[in-house]
């Protein structure tokens, strides 16, 4: 790193400083949240579907993030989920950012070349700046914050990490992205090796990253793992497509007879556009229609909260008496899984080498 770089860096760390996060949230008069009672008949949850801006001011971003928890707040949410990539909006802090593009053509590919490098240099004020937004907004609220996920540099692989925060701000748990995008493999990305399901006062609780859903596995393991509800921060550059949509988190809950919360981020970044509706889903059996479905955003472009009520007791009583749903077979498995599973075996199917 030379000295203009070394330079900009300081120049990030002391515009992202987690003062500023303080002095804001400070002026804002909030009246702290109190412990709430836990009642596993009526667990409220929210989803945050985040129009993406690319912030001049890092105070923006707060005020922002802080717009959504206090909204939850009001509805009584006890646990909230933001989008994959949630901190791509302190891009804005790069000058001449706006005139770079993540397409395939021209100067695109290579800026898209040069992202790893860039998430190397950018991570580290990054990431400590959402922490400390995050971390706060649990503590002032009282409530479960899922703050979505962040490229986060450690050592020398960059991961796409999602990260939960307990009532009182600490950061409860941490999953990284298992399956990449053919982008995030192009730019160097590292895919992450293990799942994880936090203990909490509400229940268990999972967050595969996005493209972890396409994948039944998934969310099977993570069902295994005793998870209840499964939260899924996503930022789909595309455009909308209800059909492929739902090669995601819908399938999964009724696959594995577990909750799911989406929070996306929708609008513009650096030329592409991002859709998605953020949505609360469940069981066939556990929703009023009968679709699997107990709320979701209006439209895939706009900003929008979405809240739900769970029953994790109910969720308890359907799993343990589903019709359909109860039957393993121990001895087929045993004999298929491993040899499928087996990357040495020459017929194995990957996208690219593993992260």
């Not at 993030?65 to 994959?84: D, K, T």
């Not at 909006?89 to 397409?103: C, R, T, V």
């Not at 996920?149 to 050592?155: D, E, Q, V, Y």
């Not at 469940?282 to 929008?304: C, F, M, Y």
Request: aromatic share 10%; hydrophobic share 40%.
């Amino acid at each position: 790193m030379n000295f203009r770089e070394k330079l900009f860096l300081k120049h990030l760390y002391w515009r992202t400083r987690p003062s500023l996060v303080e002095k804001f949230l400070k002026g804002q008069k909030i009246r702290s949240g109190k412990p709430f009672r836990i009642d596993r008949r009526h667990v409220r949850v929210g989803a945050a579907q985040v129009r993406i801006k690319l912030v001049k001011n890092p105070l923006d971003y707060v005020e922002e993030m802080h717009g959504f928890v206090r909204e939850a707040s009001g509805l009584g949410v006890q646990l909230l989920v933001f989008p994959e990539y949630n901190y791509n909006q302190l891009f804005g802090l790069l000058p001449g950012i706006e005139s770079m593009s993540l397409g395939d053509d021209g100067g695109g590919t290579a800026f898209k070349h040069k992202i790893l490098d860039l998430l190397f240099f950018l991570a580290p004020p990054f990431v400590q700046f959402a922490y400390t937004v995050f971390s706060r907004l649990a503590g002032e609220y009282g409530i479960y914050i899922m703050a979505g996920s962040f490229p986060t540099a450690t050592g020398d692989r960059v991961t796409n990490r999602a990260v939960l925060f307990a009532p009182d701000g600490t950061l409860l748990g941490s999953q990284d992205k298992i399956h990449l995008t053919l982008r995030e493999h192009k730019e160097g990305l590292s895919a992450g090796h293990r799942f994880e399901v936090c203990e909490t006062g509400l229940g268990r609780l999972a967050m595969p990253v996005c493209m972890d859903a396409t994948y039944f596995e998934t969310f099977r393991i993570l069902s295994a793992k005793g998870a209840e509800i499964v939260m899924l921060p996503i930022a789909d550059p595309q455009r909308y497509n209800c059909w492929l949509a739902l090669r995601g988190i819908w399938p999964r809950v009724q696959e594995s007879l577990v909750y799911g919360i989406k929070a996306a981020l929708v609008g513009e970044f650096l030329g592409e556009p991002f859709t998605g509706k953020a949505g609360v889903f469940a069981p066939l059996e556990l929703t009023p229609g009968r679709d699997g479905v107990l709320a979701e955003a209006p439209g895939h472009d706009r900003e929008a909260l979405v809240t739900a009520e769970l029953d994790l007791e109910a969720l308890q009583e359907l799993r343990a008496n589903h019709p359909y749903l109860g039957d393993r077979n121990p001895e087929l498995e045993r004999r298929y899984f491993p040899s499928i599973y087996d990357r040495s075996k020459p017929g194995f199917l990957r996208r690219g080498a593993p992260g």
